[in-house]
């Protein structure tokens, strides 16, 4: 009897070792996912920002940019190796993450153009252009503007095919004059000629103090079971009063506001309710692995009152559709800057390369004749082992 005791206790403390060794190994669970593998310039002028990218049927990466209130394009047709000199393609109106390769290899770029800005944000239009290239982004048209209701039609994120070839594209922005900021989606059956049916996602009407507060910028994922999962950057979400803990209406404090996340089950039809993540960040880009790992990429803000660690971009992974992320690495500016709170990159994102690496492309800072610029570049990230 006392040699079974002594087994089973000696088993039991096996175990127990074992599992402390486990859970007081930070290392082991919470290990970046992902190395900086290699670091490049991609476009250095023009204070150029809000880098998006896609392949394009023949293998080529194209690089969207806005600078100075234009949008460029600019190519690599080694993996991005080394990059082309960047083309104007639309004068006069912006671009963010969104430029998307469909199936068929046309590809589709969503274009804003601000009509009205001050004072901000009450009176504030926006028009919103696809323009669309059907020859590895050669040629470009689309410079008729989409027609939808909505006040403010902001495009940001990655359009979606969805089985069956309906389109999804994400826009936020406020839906009529004065209301807050919300988050949805305009749906196109026609390969994106022409969209409509919006589909609200996420909305809060009492949302801080002032029309620029509630959700914006949004990124949107199809996993590999068609579930979506959207990443919703907010400000003041939920506050509803001048409370001390957000700071001086309508400015942003340390750390920033959370991420928020929603999920449909239905193609896009429906949206959970909006929860809040306990990930603190800004313009959220989503990605997704061959083996359903979703990979998350954005401006990383502190975390926490005193957090002095979290400035520049974070990239991090779910394995739970987005309830929880993990495994977070940083990326790293190509010319040695490192980042602080004065000086903080943004946007980034990302195209699996044919190794199985990710480029990801972002803005980052330099100082050019004493001032603060921006400029397109990138890193690769390779898997961890």
Known sequence: MISKISARTLCAVAVLAFSLCIASNPARAEGPYFKVVRKAVVYDGSASSSPGIVKAQNG???????ANQDSYIIRSQNNGKTWEKPRLVVMGAGTEIGITGLPNGTILWPIMQQLVKMPCCEVRRFTTYVYRSNDNGATWHG????HVQMREPIPYGHILQLPGGKLLMPVWGAYRRGERWQVGTFQSTDGGKTWGHYQQIAYDPEAGCRPDNG???TSIAQL?????VAILREQRVGTRDHTPAAGPCGHYTEPADHFYRSVSHDLGKTWSHPQRLALIGTSPSLFVLPDGTLVLGDRDHPQFKGDTRHYGLGVRVSHD?????TSEVELQDPK?????????PGY?????????DLLVVFYSLEIHNGKVQPYIAANVLHRSS
Do not use: A, C
């Not at 080529?60 to 806005?66: E, P």
């Not at 410079?143 to 989409?146: G, S």
């Not at 590999?224 to 979506?228: A, E, Q, R, S, V």
């Open 60 to 66: 080529d990466l194209l690089v969207s940019f806005g």
């Open 143 to 146: 410079d008729v503007p989409i």
């Open 215 to 217: 959700f914006n910028e």
């Open 224 to 228: 590999p079971d068609h579930t979506l």
């Open 321 to 325: 559709q987005g309830r929880t992320w």
């Open 336 to 344: 040695g800057l490192h980042y602080s709170k004065k000086m903080q």
């Open 348 to 356: 980034p994102d990302f195209v699996s390369l044919p190794n199985g």
